[in-house]
């Protein structure tokens, strides 16, 4: 099956800084996904993106499917984005496969 | 409903007793996802339900744990003769086909 690789593990950043998280994929996906879990545990969907980029307020997304990878932009970061990035693929059995996460903590 | 609910949200077991943990998807989602999450762990996939399709059953740990979902709705993950290493929060998520996942908010299982 499909490999999911996520970086970097861990990212520490200052309230107002930028980050890139990145999602490597080992072979084509139908789809790839992006969520958000808060320090309470509650998983949110940011982005369906299979391909192509796509934004919402400070967070944009891009899938670049051909070279099996996405990136997940955060700009002028705050604390409310501290938490864990997860990203999954749909793989050819149509079974979300998962990342490790990436633990993202905003210090003010 | 609005959004996937999970129920109970807590659950507290003495270590041999069965235990029912319920999943409602969002209303016309056609496939069904539980995961298994321990604290400060990623996701292990437990079982999938895509429509009338036969179920992915591929991630369940052991035979004590098993799942049904009726009509294609509400999905009940049961597990039989708890153990303390079962212990995790539990998290059901739904989605239409191979569209946006969209997780419950979890029931976390502690066994005594």
């Known amino acids: 099956g499909i490999q999911v690789e996520q970086s970097p593990p861990d990212l520490i950043l200052q309230e107002g800084a930028n980050s890139t998280l990145r999602c490597n994929f080992s072979d084509s996906v139908n789809n790839l996904q992006w969520f958000h879990q808060n320090p309470w545990g509650q998983l949110i969907n940011l982005f369906y993106?299979?391909?192509?980029?796509k934004q919402n307020g400070r967070l944009s997304a891009t899938t670049v499917a051909t070279e099996r990878y996405s990136l997940l932009y955060i700009s002028s970061s705050q604390t409310t984005d501290s938490g864990v990035y997860f990203c999954?693929?749909?793989?050819?059995?149509?079974?979300?496969?998962w990342g490790a996460g990436t633990k993202l903590i905003i210090k003010p | 409903g609005a959004g996937v609910s999970q129920s109970p949200s807590n659950k507290v077991t003495e270590k041999g007793k069965d235990v029912e943990l319920r999943c409602d998807p969002i209303s016309g989602h056609t496939a069904l996802y539980w995961y298994r999450q321990s604290l400060g762990q990623g996701l292990e996939f437990l079982i999938y339900?895509?429509?009338?399709?036969?179920?992915?059953k591929s991630g369940l740990p052991s035979d004590r744990f098993s799942a049904e979902r009726t009509g294609g709705s509400v999905s009940t993950l049961t597990i039989q003769r708890t153990q303390q290493e079962d212990s995790a929060v539990y998290l059901c998520?739904?989605?239409?086909?191979?569209?946006?996942?969209?997780f419950g908010q979890g029931t976390r299982l502690t066994v005594v």
């Open positions: 993106i299979p391909s192509g980029t």
């Open positions: 998520a739904s989605s239409f086909f191979t569209g946006r996942a969209f």
């Open positions: 339900f895509q429509g009338n399709s036969a179920p992915d």
């Open positions: 999954a693929a749909l793989d050819s059995n149509y079974q979300l496969i």
